[in-house]
């Protein structure tokens, strides 16, 4: 008898050029298991609005992730892909399990904190974001939810509110598992730290090979360590044990840090190139047609899981 495959949901944020962190940390694992779960991915845009306020940048970035999602693997034959703004049970999950939870619990969120530390508006839609991540995973059932390290919290947030609205209403919602990957948990910008939009320290996940060069070339570099550490951490995202050793162990190398950027764009531009010809032929239209093809699929899912929300919430008349 053939088992019904699980369930994986994830998201990005159309706030940005995506750059190889998201891929690492998070993309790679939605290629990775587009065969062995049912996979529902979306374009998290009314999350990018925490934070992102003109409107032709929005729709920039959002026609941008598309591109880049199918570019990079994404094959909407075998996945849902979809914009969250076209699901409007997103919004409206949010809002049930926004009258669940408190307060002080939203206050324990790292990433809320962080974000306002860095001076980021600390306005009503960021300080609620989780319980909308929460809706957008809790919506489709879902068993396994692949992200970086820096979500966490967010997925832990996301069971948390299942357990709650269970609680109060009875079984409704799965509560869902983080899938991280260690080793890529955190991949490092070029300056060692966290690589993040908002720390200007990205290699663009479709960058040209100007934009490759430019950001190797500004990896920090320490000249007193026995290997430039930064650029090692980024390197070997690409490379295996042997791959590696032929560079960091080679004595002709070692020291002439130059040399070693230089391999490093040399992998970087083998790794991207392939991806920006597949992105280069993918038309606004055929974006477009895709994205709304997924989003009509991911509203019927949606759709079914808020009527039965609506009727134990007791709104339904
Ligand atoms: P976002 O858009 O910031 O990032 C997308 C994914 O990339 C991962 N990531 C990283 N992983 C490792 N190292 C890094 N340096 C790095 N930078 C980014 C993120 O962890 C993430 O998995 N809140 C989410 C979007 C979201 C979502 C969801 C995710 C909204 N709803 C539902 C999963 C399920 C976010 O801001 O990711």
Known sequence: METAKKRLFSGVQPSGPLHIGNYFGALKQWLDHQEEYDCVFSVVDYHALTSLKDPKLVHEYTLSAIK???AIGIDPNKSILFQQSRVSEHTELAWILDCLVTVPFLELSHAYKDKVAKGLEANAGLFTYPMLMAADILLYDTDVVPVGEDQRQHVEYAREAAAKFNNAYTQTFKEPKEMI???????PGTDGKKMSKSYGNTIPLFATKEEITK???????????ERPENVFAIHKLFLDQSGLDKIYSNPTMRGKYKLIKEALIEDLEKFIAPMREKRANISDEEAVRIINEGSEKAKALAAAKMAEVRSKVGVAL
Not at 181 to 187: D, H, Q, R, T
Not at 215 to 223: E, G, K
């Open 68 to 70: 880049d999602l199918l």
């Open 215 to 225: 950001a190797v070339m500004s990896i920090v570099t320490d000249s007193s360590g």
């Open 181 to 187: 990957v260690k080793n890529v948990a955190i991949v």
